[in-house]
């Protein structure tokens, strides 16, 4: 077992200097953190838990973990149209992990406390001698009222996504060695999106904001599998055209090499990217910042794909499923 400092000296030493900048987290001397809502705004509670091996690679730089981390729940944040006021951590450390390893995934997350303008207000530290573990609760903030819901897609309503779709599924391929034959360029960027997560919180924001309705959610666990929440929750089906569904250039370069590879693209997880269902009208308010991959139709859990071909067939439920084999 590695020898490192207790638990209060490796708060103390590494994790305490983040909170500094929030009078909220009271300098991580008590054992609850003090949160005031803005004026007109109630708050929006998310929690993830991430787990070595399953969530991400534990051979991975621990700087990055701490960045994916922090990344899944803003991402839900922005998914609700919320701003971030603060984060808790639970960690779960391996006994057998050192100081520094520890020390370089406070870095990775004070990083991104700046980057986000997200404080750290507290948590918990605890060793293990089971799989490192943590678990993030992140509080934001949104006007009363215009929080993004499930249950708000009407038929009718267009299917609008950010960014492109399958690049952390293909970059997990490539980290993983099941992916080869890209160039280096195509490589790095992939595995980039896998490891780094980019919540789309400005978006998100931009949504809460324009005061039309929209129901959204953040794709974490495959395009095929995730839109059915929406479907549940709403009561409605969905179409999606696959030529509309936006790849980057590294992801079109793999599935034109294989086909197959479509698959990983559709229900592989790990994007990070906002799905949001809304009329014509007020899609176009978001402009450019998203991309129209489909409708959402009268027909209560169904969901179906127009292929190259033209030809309409039911979209498996390809989603990653925590409790499968």
Known sequence: MVARSGEFDLIARHFAPIAQKSKAALSLLDDAALLSPPDGHEIVV?????????????QDDPADIARKVMRVNLSDLAAMGAYPLGVLLTAGYNRDLSEGWIAS????????CATYDTPLLGGDTVGTPGPTFFSLTAFGAVPIGRAMRRDAAKPGD?????GTLGDGALGLKVLQGDLIGLDVADSAYLSSRYLLPQPRLTIGRKCADAYGRYAAMDISDGLAGDCRKICLASGVGMVFDKDLIPLSKAAMNAVNTDPALWASVLGG???????????????KTLGNDVTVIGKVTDQPGQVDLIGADKKIVELANDGFDHFKA
């Open 46 to 58: 998310t929690v993830d838990a991430l787990v070595a091996d399953v969530h991400f690679r534990s």
């Open 105 to 112: 995934f406070a870095n990775g997350l004070g990083q991104d």
């Open 158 to 162: 267009l299917i609008a996504v950010t």
């Open 269 to 283: 997880g790990d994007d990070y990217e906002l799905l949001i269902c809304a009329d014509q009208a007020d899609i």
